[in-house]
């Protein structure tokens, strides 16, 4: 009588078989029915590994050239080429909707109606010019200038103080934050 494996019932050759064709072939059948099971729950494991750990929409970054598509699995494309990143913020018109872009890497100030030169000239020597940029929000800056005897400003007892509407624009000048680059990719399939 013929005995079989325990776990996948393959017929085992007697001690009288030399070969036997058929079953050769029977157990060949339950083999590539085994392994085949297993290459489908293997696709199946991965399937899931890669949607959990890595879902449609996440947005992943490597500081060197690892492209997802080869190396992760799943269809991904690069994600905000050239731009730095904003988080969400619903409160906030500039930053309340997701893929939202905007910004420069360069910009120019016109200096029309929205500021203007402070003056004040004091007495004494030495004297004090000051320059300082107002009415603009969230930007300041002064300027101190100070000269001695024989520098054209006549001695006062009191400051005075002179508006002086600027025109034109600043020209065009760099306003990128510090960076540093890398790759953001975002699965899409």
């Known amino acids: 009588m013929a005995e079989y494996t325990e776990k996948l019932n393959l017929k085992k050759p007697s001690p009288e078989d030399f070969y036997n064709i058929a079953d050769f072939n029977a157990n060949a059948d339950i083999l590539e029915q085994e392994i085949s099971s297993i290459k489908e729950w293997i696709t199946a494991f991965k399937t899931w590994d890669l949607n959990n750990k890595y879902p449609v929409g996440i947005v992943i970054e490597f500081g060197n050239g690892i492209d997802p598509n080869e190396s992760i699995g ?11 990143s904003v988080c969400y913020d619903p409160d906030d018109p500039d930053f309340d909707e997701l893929g939202k872009t905007g910004g420069s890497k360069t910009a120019s100030y016109p200096l029309g109606n929205e500021g203007y030169a402070k003056m004040d000239v004091q007495s004494g020597s030495p004297f004090v010019w000051e320059y300082a940029r107002t009415s603009v929000p969230n930007y300041s800056t002064t300027i101190k200038v100070t000269g001695g005897s024989g520098s ?9 103080n002179r508006g002086v509407p600027l ?8 306003n990128m934050q510090p960076y540093i680059v890398s790759l953001k990719w975002i699965r899409v399939a």
Request: glycine share 28%; no cysteine.
């Open 74 to 84: 799943g269809t991904w494309e690069v994600f905000g080429p050239g731009r730095t």
């Open 167 to 174: 025109g034109g624009s600043t020209g065009a000048g760099d």
């Open 152 to 160: 054209g400003v006549s001695d006062n007892a009191t400051s005075k």
